[in-house]
Structures are given as structure tokens and as C-alpha cells.
């Protein structure tokens, strides 16, 4: 059963930072504040009592919020042990530990999931994965800072988990992201039902969030690289052979980057 709520509050141009509320609780986590002041205001609104701040990464449209944040909450800072993170007391680096961040939440999973950035990590919550810039839905962050090895290696482990997990990502890419998994897989009936399913959702100002393990792997060209219609496309866009997993997944995420 679960115990919490978890409410989007978004930021800058196209972040969210998650809000993780406790059940009959006014208890919050508070989960990659990169901008403080409308975080401040959404706790002020519903007279929530943050508990904890969760950082995935060092990257500025993730933390900078906490310090100002501090000011007014002043609650433990979990984050990566080598991350440049600001006002940090509880370094993680334990891979897959558990971890008791407050009594009203469940312990969560730390998951290190390296390739965004070297350090990056990822929370579990029951069936809530919280992860940054990873995996977005349809999509994966750049590489910056960690090598394309990683990133595969990372997005292998998250699509381990069940496939009912719900994936909390950091940012509104999920449009952007659909038009280039439609150039990859033209034929794939569920990109393609994705894609206007998401468009409808925006259309409307609405969040496209959280999607679920299942869809991603359905329509995630970066969880598909072993599909022959992935490989082929792949192959047929650095118009040579790639020799595996690893070569096609790079060579998707350069043609990502100059999309
Ligand atoms: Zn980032």
C-alpha cells in the first residue's frame, strides 16, 4: 500500500521538482529543488512541514534552490557524496542501501545510476522512482560528466525494476523527446499512440508525468537498442555496422544530441 502523494511543482522553463507527501500527513520530501521560490510557496499554500531535501545531482536547475530553502526550512540535505552540493549532511554513496529518511515515509532505495553525470543517483519509493535526468520519458540525459557505458548500464538496472514502476523525471521532455523516438521507430504503433496521447496532455497545459517502466519500455528508443528496428535505424543513420548494445546506444545518443 502506498503512503504518500507525490505532487509536481514546476521551475524554470521545463523542471519539476517532486513534492513526496505522507498520507494524512503534512510531511514532505522535497526532491531536486533547483529554484526555491516556487517550492516555498506551493509548502507555504497547503501548510506542509518539509521533513527532507533529496538531491539526484550537482546540476544547477537541481539544487540551487536549496540553499534559500535552507534559509526558511532548515532539514536534512541528502545527495551524492561527490556531488559540488551545497548545504549537504547526509553524502550517499552506499549503492541499492535503504534508506530511512524520515518516520511518516517508507525507506527508499538509493540507486546509483551513473552517466548524466558520474555521481548521479537515483531514490526509490515503493514503486516510485525518482530520477533526475537518467531516464526521462521517451528519452535519456546527455552525457555530462559520465560515459555512455554508464548511462546504458543504468538504464539496463531501472528497466529491471517492475515494469508497473512509475518514473518521476526531472524535466518536461517527454514532446521533444516522442518526435525523435518517432524519426527512430516509424512503425512502432505505441510511439506513435505515445506521441499523440502526450501531445493531447500538453495541449492542455498538463503534465505528462509519471510514466511507467512498461511504457518506456514500449516506446523508449534508449531501453530498445537490442531491437532490430532500433539497430537497423541506428545502423542505417552512421551508415555502417554498429557491433553491439553498447555502439548502437552511442551512436543513438550522438544522433539525439544533434537532433
Ligand atoms: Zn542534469
Known sequence: MTTF???????????????????DSAHVIV???GDAGPVIEAIRQQNLIPVAILATH???????????????YPVPVFGPRNGA?????????????????HDAFPDCRVIAVPGH????????FDDCLFCGDTLFAA????????????????????GTLPSATKIYCAHEYTADNLAFAS??????????????????LRSQGQITLPST?????????FLRCQQASVIDRVEQHVAKPLVDELAVFTALRQWKDAF
Open 139 to 158: 528519452g535519456c540525459g546527455r552525457l555530462l560528466g559520465g560515459t555512455a557505458a554508464q548511462l546504458l548500464a543504468s538504464l539496463k538496472y531501472i
Open 5 to 23: 502523494t507525490v505532487q509536481a511543482i514546476p521551475t524554470f522553463q521545463d523542471n519539476y521538482v517532486w513534492l513526496i507527501r505522507a498520507l
Open 213 to 221: 517502466l512498461a511504457l518506456e519500455h514500449a516506446t523508449n528508443p
Open 31 to 33: 526532491v531536486d529543488p
Open 183 to 200: 524519426v527512430v521507430e516509424p512503425d512502432n504503433p505505441a510511439t506513435q499512440q505515445r506521441r499523440q496521447d502526450t501531445a493531447a
Open 58 to 72: 550537482h546540476h544547477y536547475d537541481h539544487i540551487d534552490g536549496i540553499v534559500p530553502f535552507l534559509a526558511q
Open 85 to 101: 552540493i551545497p548545504g549537504m549532511t547526509h553524502p550517499l554513496s552506499a549503492n541499492d542501501s535503504y534508506l530511512s529518511v
Open 117 to 124: 553525470t558520474q555521481d548521479h543517483i537515483a531514490y526509490l
